[in-house]
């Protein structure tokens, strides 16, 4: 069993890798892959075991999901408010700093909420109590509107909000979560990046860890606590954690190099907590614990496994993210702004292939108008927060009993 679990984890981490490492391949999508195999007898291992696989790739992609985003300027809906300061970084040609910086946050924020598991049944009590039915339903209206606030176009963000949430709608009734994220998300500014010459900025590789200071260690304390609040909120996800927290405290998150931070922390401290709201909640608030709570596991020591695994996955990765951050900067000071453009190509055609084997010629045509949709967001300049009303609204409109 030992063994097992330890090859396990070790895919997963690989697998995790993988996922963060290719814009629009979530780990949503190898979720539903792993579960249509389970279903068929096909995996070979104990549910407990899959278990641990699938929280090791979760992990590793919250803390490799930031390199795309670095240096090709892919986001994921995760770490759409981390955009701008990771382009202001890549311009200065400070990429692997954010990167390292990204890495370090992630695994201080997933260990502080690995090692708050005494707490956490109370934590989740308290939480219980606080998000009824009808609170949940206020706290996420006001964070779709939110973006309408504090934006400056007001007309363009309204329609990006309506035309995100018909999308989530649609990707709900339909299956179509892969395509609705990959065109709202990704291609819009894979497009944009044809256009760039962003290959050709020569980058440094010096991993100072200066940015380890009174602020650091605050940003990441602050992101553990909201994060543990917005990891029991439904439909509201790291980015939504982000908005609001740059939003009310405007002079910490002046700098971009605290919005990485916190973003990046808030999405590892996302995957953490959902094991105690899977264990003491019964409720997933991300694809990898749906999957997990999919398999039906009756193994006692489950949350011990799959923390083990999340923490062995966090030590790897973070030092992994280190390791590939260099050798993909040092590749790319070699690499021609035609060749950097043939990569950025793939990585679109890549997307829609994954669409069309997973949804067919509607996968094909929902990831058309999503993209449509996420490059109207990007060339109005409006917040790419906004589009996550594409998430939300579908669950307010469930827990008011409409959809």
């Not at 707490?119 to 939110?146: G, N, P, W």
Request: overall charge positive; glycine content about 6%.
């Amino acid at each position: 069993m030992l063994m097992a679990l330890a090859f396990a984890i070790i895919l997963g981490i690989l697998s995790g890798t993988i996922t963060g490492l290719i814009p629009g391949l979530h780990v949503n999508t190898v979720v539903a892959m792993i579960l249509a195999l389970t279903a068929k007898g096909l995996m070979p291992y104990d549910s407990s075991v899959v278990a641990a696989y699938i929280m090791a790739m979760a992990v590793t992609h919250s803390v490799t999901e930031y390199i795309p985003t670095a240096l090709i300027g892919v986001p994921t809906s995760d770490d759409v408010m981390s955009l701008l300061p990771a382009h202001k970084l890549f311009s200065e040609g400070k990429a692997h700093f954010g990167i390292v910086l990204s890495a370090t946050s992630s695994f201080i924020g997933g260990v502080i909420t690995i090692f708050l598991s005494p707490l956490s049944q109370y934590i989740i009590k308290a939480l219980s109590e606080l998000l009824t039915k009808h609170s949940v339903i206020l706290i996420l209206a006001a964070l779709i509107l939110l973006p309408l606030v504090t934006g400056k176009n007001k007309i363009s963000t309204m329609i990006v909000i309506l035309s995100s949430a018909l999308l989530g709608l649609y990707s709900l009734q339909y299956s179509l979560l892969q395509p609705m994220l990959a065109g709202l998300f990704g291609l819009p500014v894979l497009i944009e990046a044809l256009k760039s010459n962003a290959g050709s900025k020569e980058q440094s590789t010096n991993s100072s860890f200066s940015f380890v200071n009174k602020n650091f260690l605050l940003i990441i304390t602050l992101s553990v606590v909201v994060g543990i609040l917005f990891s029991y909120l439904p439909g509201a996800g790291p980015s939504s954690a982000s908005l609001l927290c740059i939003v009310l405290l405007p002079r910490l998150f002046s700098k971009g190099e605290n919005i990485i931070a916190l973003t990046s922390s808030l999405s590892t401290v996302n995957y953490a907590f959902s094991v105690y709201t899977m264990e003491f909640a019964g409720k997933a608030r991300n694809g990898a614990v749906s999957g997990i709570m999919q398999l039906h596991i009756g193994n006692p020591n489950l949350t011990f496994i799959l923390l083990g695994a999340m923490l062995f996955a966090l030590i790897i990765s973070t030092f992994e993210t280190f390791v590939i951050s260099k050798l993909l900067i040092r590749r790319m000071s070699s690499i021609s702004d035609k060749s950097y453009r043939i990569i950025t190509f793939s990585v679109i055609v890549l997307n829609i292939v994954l669409s069309f084997a997973l949804s067919g010629l509607l996968g094909l045509a929902f990831i058309t108008v999503s993209t449509i949709a996420g490059y109207y967001c990007l060339k109005k300049d409006v917040q790419k927060v906004s589009m996550l009303s594409s998430l939300m609204v579908p669950v307010v409109l469930i827990y008011a009993g409409i959809q």
